[in-house]
C-alpha cells in the first residue's frame, strides 16, 4: 500500500515566521488532503488537495502528483497553529472513497 | 447544519468490559469511516461501512472488534472484552457517498477510551 512520509517530525517557530511542512508519498494517489490536530485533540480539514495549489488565508498548499509529493505553508504563524499537522493519502484502488493513509504528522509549536 | 458527532466524548471501561462508541454522520451523508489514534501514533484507518453494509474492515482486528450502520440510527464500534492496549481515541468521519465529486473528509470530535 501507499507510504506516507512527513518532515520535519517536529518544528518550533517564533510567533510571525514562516514555515513549509512536506509530505512524500510513495505511489500514485487520487486523494490527498491535510488536516490540523488541535491541542484538544481535534481534526480539522485544512485542504483536499490531489494536485494543484490552494490557499486558505494565512495557509496554502502545493501537490505535484507526478514527483508524489505535496506542501503545506504556513505564513505569519500564530500560536493558534500550534498542534500536529497530519497529510493523509488515498489510492486509486480504494475508489472515490474516504480510505486515507496517513502520516505521521509534523508537530508543530508556536512560540509568543 | 451539525457536523459529525460522536459519544461519549471520554469513556473509562475496566479490562474485560464492553465499549460501544457511537457516530451519528453529517446529515445527509451515507457513508462512515472509523479511524483509531493509538498514543504517539498516527491515524490508522479501521472500517468503511455504508447504511447496513461493511465495505472495507481491512483495518479492522480481527477479534473483539465489530462496527454496524444500521438502516436506523448511528454508526456503532463496539470492543469486547478490552484491554489496556485498546486505549485511544477513535475518530469517526462521514462523507456523502461515491457516486459524485469527492468531498473532504470530515471528522468528528472523537471519543478518548481508557482502559483500567
Known amino acids: 500500500g501507499i507510504q506516507v512520509e512527513q518532515s520535519p517530525p517536529d518544528l518550533i517557530l517564533q510567533e510571525g515566521a514562516n514555515s513549509t511542512l512536506r509530505c512524500n508519498f510513495s505511489?500514485?494517489?487520487?486523494?490527498l488532503q491535510w488536516f490540523h490536530q488541535n491541542p484538544w485533540g481535534q481534526l480539522i480539514n485544512l485542504f483536499y488537495i490531489p494536485s494543484g495549489t490552494k490557499q486558505n488565508g494565512r495557509l496554502s498548499a502545493t501537490t505535484v502528483a507526478t514527483e508524489r509529493y505535496s506542501l503545506l505553508y504556513i505564513s505569519s504563524s500564530q500560536t493558534t497553529d500550534s498542534g500536529v499537522y497530519f497529510c493523509a493519502a488515498g489510492s486509486p484502488t480504494s475508489g472515490n472513497t474516504g480510505k486515507l493513509i496517513f502520516g505521521q504528522g509534523t508537530t508543530l509549536q508556536v512560540k509568543p | 447544519n451539525a457536523g459529525v458527532m460522536q459519544n461519549p466524548r471520554h469513556l473509562v471501561r475496566r479490562r474485560g468490559q464492553e465499549a460501544r462508541l457511537r457516530c451519528s454522520p453529517m446529515?445527509?451523508?451515507?457513508?462512515v469511516y472509523w479511524y483509531r489514534q493509538l498514543p504517539e501514533e498516527g491515524l490508522k484507518f479501521m472500517v468503511y461501512?455504508?447504511?447496513?453494509?461493511?465495505?472495507?474492515e481491512s483495518g479492522m482486528p480481527k477479534e473483539r472488534f465489530s462496527a454496524e450502520f444500521p438502516k436506523e440510527g448511528p454508526s456503532i464500534l463496539r470492543i469486547q472484552q478490552v484491554v489496556r492496549g485498546d486505549s485511544a481515541a477513535y475518530f469517526c468521519a462521514s462523507s456523502p457517498g461515491t457516486g459524485g465529486p469527492y468531498s473532504p473528509l470530515h471528522f468528528g470530535n472523537g471519543t478518548r477510551l481508557t482502559v483500567t
Open positions: 446529515k445527509g451523508h451515507s457513508h
Open positions: 461501512l455504508q447504511k447496513e453494509n461493511i465495505i472495507d
Open positions: 505511489d500514485s494517489v487520487n486523494n
